[in-house]
C-alpha cells in the first residue's frame, strides 16, 4: 500500500507505462519504477523507455504472461492478475484501470492474487463430487471468517458500505 500515493499521483499515461513495465519485471522493481518516473517522466514515452531506465542486473526479468508467485511452485497468469483488477474495479468504480492493474500486481495484494490463482487451478483440476463438495465448504466457511473479521472492524464495514452499498452485515 505504500506505493498506491506515489502511483495515484502519476498522469494516466504514466499509470499504465507502470502497470505494463511492471508487468514485464515483477513487482520487486516497483520502487525504481516510481522513482524513474518522478525523475525522468516526460521522457519516457512506453514501458521499454521505463525498463530501460532500470538496472536490472541483480534479477532476472519475469515472463510478460505469466509472474513468479510468492511460494515459487505456481505461475499467477496474466488472467489472474487481469481478474484480480476487474474485482478492484467493482469495488472501486472510480478507481482508474492503470491504477487497479498496478495494485493487482503489488506487494499488499500478492496473497490475494494467490488465492486468484489457486482458486483457477482448483477449480479447473476439481473433477469429481467429493473436491468439489470439499471446495464448496472451503469457501463458505472462509466466507464467514471474511464476513466476521469485517463485523469487527468499523473501518471495514465502512469500506465495504461504500463499495457496495447492497452489502450488509450478518
Known sequence: MRHVDAVQSLSESQKAILAKAVSKVGIGHITTCLAALKKSGDSINNENDLIGMLDLSETTAVPSNETEN??????????????????????????PQASADALGLSEVMAPSLDVVATSRLALRDAKSDF???????????????IEQIIASNPAFVRAMQLSRPDWKPN
Open 70 to 95: 510468492v511460494s515459487g511452485d505456481r505461475k499467477v497468469e496474466d488472467a489472474d492478475v487481469d481478474y484480480l483488477a476487474s474485482v478492484l474495479l467493482k469495488c472501486y468504480p472510480d478507481m
Open 131 to 145: 473436491v468439489i463438495t470439499a471446495l464448496y465448504t472451503l469457501f463458505e466457511e472462509k466466507l464467514d471468517e
